[in-house]
Structure formats: structure tokens, C-alpha cells
Nanobody, 124 residues
Framework: QLQLVESGGGPVQTGESLTLSCTASEFVLDGNAMIWVRQAPGKEREADAGIGSDGSPHVATFMKGGVTVSSDNAKNTAFLQIHNVKPEDAAVYYC??????????????????WGQGTQVTVSS
């Protein structure tokens, strides 16, 4: 059964860095696209960063400098590192993937497989 499982969420203090992980089962990251999506309380889901099917990283313009996306294909795991965490980074973070996408897409409706999410809370 295809699964994307996020981990690494939890409480973090403003200014710290945080690394989220997405471990895939029955979904091979190498050659397939994935994207990290956040949903803050009361807000729409928005995409932060992802990896295209060709392995190229993509970071949303408004997030540049704030996050780094990477993967360890040997472990079939993708990562989202959030630098200098701010209160507005508090959200549920989802890992999503697709097995037929060629390239990458910022359109959330294009992504087929979603994890359950991991909650990040920020305190000052």
C-alpha cells in the first residue's frame, strides 16, 4: 500500500531550525515528484517546496531562504528544513507525491498521494 509518512513535527521555538521527514512506502522518490504543503490554522493549504521528477528542487518564491528541500533516495525519504522558524510557520505540514507527473507542479490539485501530516507548533 502506497504511503507517505511525515515525521519531525512538534514544538519548536522561534529562531530555531526544524527538519521534517517524509518516508515513502510503495512510492519511489527517485524519478517521481513530491511536494511539501503547509496548512496553518484557519488558512488554505499552500505549497512550500518540492522535488521534481527529474530530481530538481523547487522552492516557492515567498519561502526562498526560509526552507531547504532535499531527499535521500537510498532511504526513500524527503526532507524539509525550515530555517529560523517564525510564529507564522506553525502549521500542519503534509508530504504529497505523484507517480505520473512529469516535472513539477505548484497546483495542489495535481498531486495524488498525501500523507497524514505532522503538526509544528511555534513558541517564542
Amino acid at each position: 500500500q502506497l504511503q507517505l509518512v511525515e515525521s519531525g513535527g512538534g514544538p519548536v521555538q522561534t529562531g530555531e531550525s526544524l527538519t521534517l521527514s517524509c518516508t515513502a512506502s510503495e512510492f519511489v522518490l527517485d524519478g517521481n515528484a513530491m511536494i511539501w504543503v503547509r496548512q496553518a490554522p484557519g488558512k488554505e493549504r499552500e505549497a512550500d517546496a518540492g522535488i521534481g521528477s527529474d530530481g530538481s528542487p523547487h522552492v516557492a518564491t515567498f519561502m526562498k531562504g526560509g526552507v531547504t528541500v532535499s531527499s535521500d533516495n537510498a532511504k526513500n525519504t524527503a526532507f524539509l528544513q525550515i530555517h529560523n522558524v517564525k510564529p507564522e510557520d506553525a502549521a500542519v505540514y503534509y508530504c504529497t507525491g505523484d507517480t505520473v507527473m512529469n516535472g513539477f507542479s505548484w497546483y495542489l490539485g495535481a498531486w495524488t498521494y498525501w500523507g497524514q501530516g505532522t503538526q509544528v507548533t511555534v513558541s517564542s
